[in-house]
Every structure is written in structure tokens, then in C-alpha cells.
């Protein structure tokens, strides 16, 4: 069987390699100044009460135009506009896929929706492969306020990626799929840990898993559930399971009203 996660992670290491040998051409890059310190965050935002509200579940909608196991998801033009029609809608987090071989996104997408959103308290999320500090230094310049450290992709630089990120004034969504990872997530200081339904070396989905694993993450940490969340009915039930948060992205892409889909999560 292919494991889908080994080959993405190769391909990232590659593009990685590719960012430190154009940089380090120029000593003072943005990323260096960023990752020292001497440059900070272009649009602070704050995302802990965003993905923690009081009485109310927060959805993070993401703009997703493709996944290795479905295909090509919806033809998105503008994501700018989809990220306005999300917020419109009352998602508390806008995730903008950045991962380019597999998933068709890229980095230009973020940065539209950050000059976009940038009058509004919303957090953008960059949702990529994150496995290198040069990537924090990557996201805090094109104004992401949140990075997502898979920890089945970081494993051993997990506590160094999010710890890094906190020092520049980065969040992050730690990522997990077992009681391992949960384990590892808590031990290298993650505060938001989102639980994936899909497992991403095979790319299969079990909705499950969220309710399985909720119990072994603390009341302090924020909670996410992530992945194959197909409706509001589900994001209700997630909700009542004790999740502060879901994160949807081919259900918002693929139906014709998103704002709906949004608002209905809420409804009571």
C-alpha cells in the first residue's frame, strides 16, 4: 500500500531544500529577520477566544481545492471572495490550504485572503506540511496567525516547531490521529489540538476517532475535530461530544451556499 504521507513529506523536503538555498543567497531575507526576531508579525491576531467561545461551537472553514483521494474538489477563482462568503457565514477561522503537489494549493491564496481579511479579528490558519523553522518564518510573512503541526509529518521536531512558533507569536494546530500523538502533543506544548478523522498515510477516513480521542486531551486545550464533518448535523454532534472547534473544507468547497452550511452549525 502507498503510503500517501511519505511521499508528501519527501516532495516537502525537497521545496524546503529549494527555500534555504534561494535565502540563503541574501542574509537579510525576511524569513532570517523573522526567525531572529528582528522582524515581527505583519498582522497579529488573536485565536484563542476566536476557536473558544463561550456557549457557541467555532468553525474554521478552509478553502480546499484538492485532495489526494477525491480529486479535484471545486473550482475556486477567487479565494478571497470564498474566505468573504465564509466569514459572512460566522466561521471564526478561515484554514487555506498552501501545499501545492498534492493538494493544488499555494502560498498566493493565503496571501489574498490575508490582505483581504486583514480589518478583521479573523485568524488565518495556513494549513500545509509544515517540518522546518524556515516554513514558520515562510507563514509569518505571508501573515498566517496559525500554523498546523501534523505530528505524524513533524514527529521528533514537533516540540521544536511549535515551541518556535510560540517565541515568534505563532499558534499552532497540533495535529493528531492516536493516544501516541496525543501524548507527544501535550509533552512539546501544544495548547490547540486537533483530532484528524482521516488517517493521512492512507487517507481513509473514521468519524469515530474525534470521539474516541477526546477524552485524553486535558479541559485546559483547545479541541478541533477535523476531517470528513460532511454536514451541520455532524458539527453539532462534535460540538456536544465537547469540541470547541471543527475545521470543514471539501463540504463548504463543494456546496453552492457556504454561508448556509456555516450558519446552520449554529443553530440550535
Given at each position: 500500500?502507498?503510503?500517501?504521507?511519505?511521499?508528501?513529506?519527501?516532495?516537502?523536503?525537497?521545496?524546503?531544500?529549494?527555500?534555504?538555498?534561494?535565502?540563503?543567497?541574501?542574509?537579510?531575507?525576511?524569513?532570517?529577520?523573522?526567525?531572529?526576531?528582528?522582524?515581527?508579525?505583519?498582522?497579529?491576531?488573536?485565536?484563542?477566544?476566536?476557536?473558544?467561545?463561550?456557549n457557541?461551537?467555532?468553525?474554521?472553514?478552509?478553502?480546499?481545492?484538492?485532495?489526494?483521494?477525491?480529486?479535484?474538489?471545486?473550482?475556486?477563482?477567487?479565494?478571497?471572495?470564498?474566505?468573504?462568503?465564509?466569514?459572512?457565514?460566522?466561521?471564526?477561522?478561515?484554514?487555506?490550504?498552501?501545499?501545492?503537489?498534492?493538494?493544488?494549493?499555494?502560498?498566493?491564496?493565503?496571501?489574498?485572503?490575508?490582505?483581504?481579511?486583514?480589518?478583521?479579528?479573523?485568524?488565518?490558519?495556513?494549513?500545509?506540511?509544515?517540518?522546518?523553522?524556515?516554513?514558520?518564518?515562510?507563514?509569518?510573512?505571508?501573515?498566517?496567525?496559525?500554523?498546523?503541526?501534523?505530528?505524524?509529518a513533524?514527529?521528533?521536531?514537533?516540540?521544536?516547531?511549535?515551541?518556535?512558533?510560540?517565541?515568534?507569536?505563532?499558534?499552532?494546530?497540533?495535529?493528531?490521529i492516536?493516544?501516541?500523538?496525543?501524548?507527544?502533543?501535550?509533552?512539546?506544548?501544544?495548547?490547540?489540538?486537533?483530532?484528524?478523522?482521516?488517517?493521512?498515510?492512507?487517507?481513509?477516513?473514521?468519524?469515530?476517532?474525534?470521539?474516541?480521542?477526546?477524552?485524553?486531551?486535558?479541559?485546559?486545550i483547545?479541541?478541533?475535530?477535523?476531517?470528513?464533518?460532511s454536514?451541520?448535523?455532524?458539527?453539532?454532534?462534535?460540538?456536544?461530544?465537547?469540541?470547541?472547534?471543527?475545521?470543514?473544507?471539501?463540504?463548504?468547497?463543494?456546496?453552492?451556499?457556504?454561508?448556509?452550511?456555516?450558519?446552520?452549525?449554529?443553530?440550535?
Open positions: 500500500m502507498i503510503n500517501r504521507l511519505d511521499e508528501i513529506i519527501a516532495k516537502k523536503q525537497q521545496e524546503i531544500t529549494a527555500i534555504k538555498t534561494i535565502t540563503a543567497e541574501n542574509p537579510n531575507h525576511i524569513y532570517y529577520k523573522i526567525l531572529s526576531g528582528e522582524a515581527s508579525h505583519p498582522h497579529p491576531k488573536t485565536v484563542v477566544t476566536a476557536l473558544r467561545k463561550q457557541q461551537l467555532s468553525v474554521i472553514a478552509e478553502i480546499k481545492r484538492r485532495s489526494p483521494s477525491k480529486g479535484l474538489l471545486g473550482n475556486i477563482p477567487d479565494p478571497s471572495k470564498l474566505a468573504t462568503d465564509y466569514v459572512m457565514g460566522g466561521a471564526s477561522a478561515i484554514s487555506v490550504l498552501t501545499e501545492k503537489y498534492f493538494f493544488s494549493g499555494n502560498l498566493a491564496d493565503l496571501e489574498q485572503v490575508v490582505t483581504t481579511l486583514q480589518q478583521q479579528d479573523i485568524p488565518i490558519l495556513r494549513k500545509d506540511f509544515i517540518l522546518d523553522e524556515i516554513q514558520i518564518a515562510e507563514s509569518i510573512a505571508a501573515g498566517a496567525n496559525i500554523i498546523l503541526c501534523i505530528v505524524a513533524a514527529k521528533e521536531k514537533t516540540k521544536e516547531i511549535i515551541q518556535k512558533s510560540k517565541t515568534l507569536g505563532l499558534s499552532v494546530l497540533t495535529e493528531v492516536d493516544e501516541d500523538e496525543i501524548d507527544i502533543a501535550l509533552e512539546s506544548g501544544a495548547e490547540i489540538i486537533a483530532i484528524n478523522n482521516r488517517n493521512l498515510r492512507t487517507f481513509e477516513i473514521d468519524n469515530h476517532r474525534s470521539f474516541h480521542l477526546i477524552k485524553y486531551i486535558p479541559k485546559n483547545i479541541k478541533v475535530a477535523a476531517s470528513g464533518i454536514s451541520p448535523e455532524q458539527a453539532k454532534a462534535y460540538y456536544q461530544a465537547g469540541f470547541d472547534a471543527v475545521l470543514i473544507g471539501e463540504a463548504l468547497v463543494k456546496t453552492t451556499d457556504p454561508k448556509t452550511f456555516i450558519r446552520a452549525c449554529y443553530d440550535t
